[in-house]
């Protein structure tokens, strides 16, 4: 595609609902990050993959989050039994090369209101 | 851990004019890179410029410039000439070179919100 693209844009979740929140890098890059931003606020680094595998999760803030990329392209972001302080925007990136001075090019973000 | 600070929650700056946004950073490490991004309401990241710590030469992208004191732990942004599409949230990111272990991850400043008054 033309870009990262997120789906979806907007999520709305009662307290206690499991949500999957979807990143379709870009076609061919290798890594992908997940970043949470919380208003006001710049975005905290959740996770990173390269290909399929995941090399950090060291930004999840719980055993409730948890991501996945099977197949080394889209990736999946769930967040089970969801809570008040949830409530952010969920920001996916992705870059071409594993170098880590390339470019990342980050989706629109989903942003997640729990109720 | 790598802490990223910008102290200027707002700036203002008069089209056309020059606006500087500041940054520091903290960390051990002497090899890495940093990066300025723009967010604009459409919420999307968009590079503006970046920097790799080994380079003394100071980046710049058209009107947009850095001062990168290495000593200092600072990287400011400079806007020149600046335009109304220039107003956005404004974000520092830190990220560790490899082979470091945590490089990957990029940490932000909190962001400078940069109004242009026509």
């Known amino acids: 595609g033309a870009g990262v693209s997120q789906s979806p844009r907007y999520k709305v979740a009662k307290r206690g609902q499991d949500v999957a929140l979807r990143c379709d890098p870009i076609?061919?890059?290798?890594?992908l990050f997940w970043y949470q931003q919380a208003l006001g606020q710049g975005p905290e680094f959740l996770t990173y993959?390269?290909?399929?595998?995941?090399?950090?999760k060291s930004g999840l803030p719980s055993d409730r989050f948890f991501a996945e990329r099977p197949e080394g392209s889209v990736s999946t972001l769930k967040i089970q039994r969801t809570q008040q302080e949830d409530s952010a925007v969920y920001l996916c990136?992705?870059?071409?090369?594993?170098?880590?001075?390339?470019?990342?090019?980050f989706g629109q973000g989903t942003r997640l209101t729990v109720v | 851990a790598q802490t990223v600070t910008q102290s200027q929650p707002e700036m203002s700056v008069q089209e056309a004019e020059t606006v500087t946004l500041s940054c520091t950073y903290d960390?051990?490490?002497?090899?890495?890179?940093l990066f300025w991004y723009k967010q604009p309401p459409s919420r999307q990241m968009i590079l503006v410029i970046r920097?790799?710590?080994?380079?003394?030469q100071n980046a710049t992208e058209n009107r947009f410039s850095v001062n990168f004191q290495k000593a200092a732990k600072s990287f400011s942004l400079k806007i020149s000439d600046s335009q109304l599409g220039d107003a956005a949230m404004y974000f520092c990111?830190?990220?560790?070179?490899?082979?470091?272990?945590?490089?990957?991850?990029?940490?932000f400043g909190d962001g400078t919100t940069l109004t242009v008054k026509p």
């Open positions: 990136a992705s870059s071409l090369v594993i170098q880590m001075n390339t470019e990342a090019f």
């Open positions: 076609s061919g890059h290798v890594s």
């Open positions: 993959f390269q290909n399929e595998a995941q090399l950090d």
């Open positions: 960390t051990s490490e002497s090899d890495y890179y």
């Open positions: 920097q790799e710590a080994y380079k003394q």
């Open positions: 990111a830190y990220r560790t070179a490899p082979p470091n272990t945590n490089a990957g991850k990029s940490t």
